[in-house]
């Protein structure tokens, strides 16, 4: 009887240690994804040589096309001499640029969703939303460089310019967008069912006007529209239809 009683502690014993085990080994795993996760989003929010890298290829795009639509418009009233070799070459430095300038957001993009993913995996989602929105902001550099070169009068297609780069980072905008959405909507969701102070049921109507936005991003305007109605904002769910 003594030797079983002794085998029977024994074995609890060790099942006790492998238990202890097993949860200090879950508990450092997240630890370490978290860590992670945290990691890709600083890199993606605080890497300053990319961050200056960037303010100097969007000024490049904008020097070099400005000049070129100076140039044009001195043609055009008989004041300058084509140059069609010098056009070449501003056109083909703007799209070097612009191509760089893709290749860099799109590294910051990847950081920001694998941060993003791995939020989701450790259930915080308000931090993987964040992180899809700035993977969002980050894909939509290349996009709105070009819009606002557009507005200034100065086309980015001058002489058959073409920037394939430019509907990749509008496809990866809209995707991010999207992405952050949901997290919105499912922090949102869960709030309204788990309220535990006044503070938390306010703050759904502020996670509903984000998720309209993001979702206005993704080209989804109807649910934006639905999104912005639960918020409260009648006004800006009709400017999200506006145009349909």
Known sequence: IACNFDVHNAVALIAERVQEHAMLRAELLLGSVQ????????????????HARQDVLEQGVRSELQEEHGRSVRRRA????????AKV???AEA?????????????????CTSAGRAFA????????????????AAASVVPNLVKNVRSEGCDLFLGGLQVPCVKQ??????????QAARFWLLLARQQGEHVESKQLE???????????????KAARPFEAACCAVQAGQLRSALSCLHGL
Do not use: Y
């Open 35 to 50: 860590c992670w996760a945290w990691h890709m989003l600083c890199s993606a929010r605080f890497d300053n040589v990319s």
């Open 78 to 85: 008989g004041t300058a001499a084509p140059h069609p070799a």
């Open 89 to 91: 070459k501003r056109l």
């Open 95 to 111: 799209t070097h640029h612009l191509e760089e300038l893709h290749s860099l957001m799109a590294i910051r993009v990847e950081r």
């Open 121 to 136: 995996q450790l259930q915080q989602v308000r931090m993987a939303a964040e992180a899809f929105e700035e993977g969002a």
């Open 169 to 178: 980072a509008e496809v990866q905008a809209r995707t991010c967008s999207l």
């Open 202 to 216: 306010e703050d759904k109507p502020a996670l509903m006007r984000r998720a309209s936005r993001q979702l206005l």
